[in-house]
């Protein structure tokens, strides 16, 4: 039995819950999401285009092969989710107010992707290019950034974070005056306000 993929368009899916749910092989095109429960579903082999979420939950959310084109997320909880695993040619999205802790996003082209105001405890950017990307006002804590191209990203008023200039690249990547610390950790200086 051949799978046949089901399409969606210019729709709004509010207050749905598809927690522990599979829901595969499916074509969202400029759909609105408000207030959706994936939590711990299955979303594989799905292409979202220009689409919104709006206080969804993600959490441990499988989305192997899903494809993302400019796709927004909003005061959304996204815990424990495995980017790495999206389509890489359907890759844009960017983040408002969301909490991303635990979220896997090792090798990903993340390109001028935006992360303001969001939580983003213990995500692991290693190997991932964030060439102008927006960390501004993100909890940073725990976050690993290994061999990461940081330039250009802007980190000001980012919270908690510690990255070693050493081991990324990280030309006119942006900081508060404040935040030396968090690249100084490894010298374990004692640095005063």
Avoid: W
């Avoid at 969202?28 to 082999?45: E, G, V």
């Amino acid at each position: 039995m051949e799978n046949k993929t089901i399409y969606h368009e210019n729709k709004e899916f509010k207050s749905i819950d598809y927690s522990e749910k599979t829901l595969r092989d499916r074509e969202f095109a400029k759909c609105t999401f408000i207030s959706c429960n994936f939590t711990n579903s299955d979303l594989r082999d799905n292409n979202f285009d220009d689409c919104v979420f709006e206080n969804c939950n993600f959490s441990m959310t499988l989305i192997g092969n899903v494809g993302l084109s400019n796709v927004v997320f909003s005061n959304c909880k996204i815990l424990g989710v495995d980017f790495s695993k999206c389509s890489k040619f359907m890759f844009s999205f960017n983040f408002d107010n969301c909490m991303l802790d635990y979220s896997i996003f090792f090798g990903s082209k993340l390109k001028g992707t935006s992360f303001v105001k969001c939580s983003l405890r213990e995500v692991d950017f290693s190997e991932s290019n964030l060439t102008s990307a927006n960390f501004q006002d993100a909890d940073l804590t725990g976050t690993r950034f290994s061999n990461t191209v940081l330039e250009k990203t802007d980190f000001r008023n980012a919270r908690n974070f510690s990255i070693d200039p050493e081991f990324n690249k990280m030309k006119n990547a942006k900081f508060s005056a404040h935040q030396l610390d968090g690249l100084l950790h490894k010298y374990k200086l004692d640095i005063e306000n």
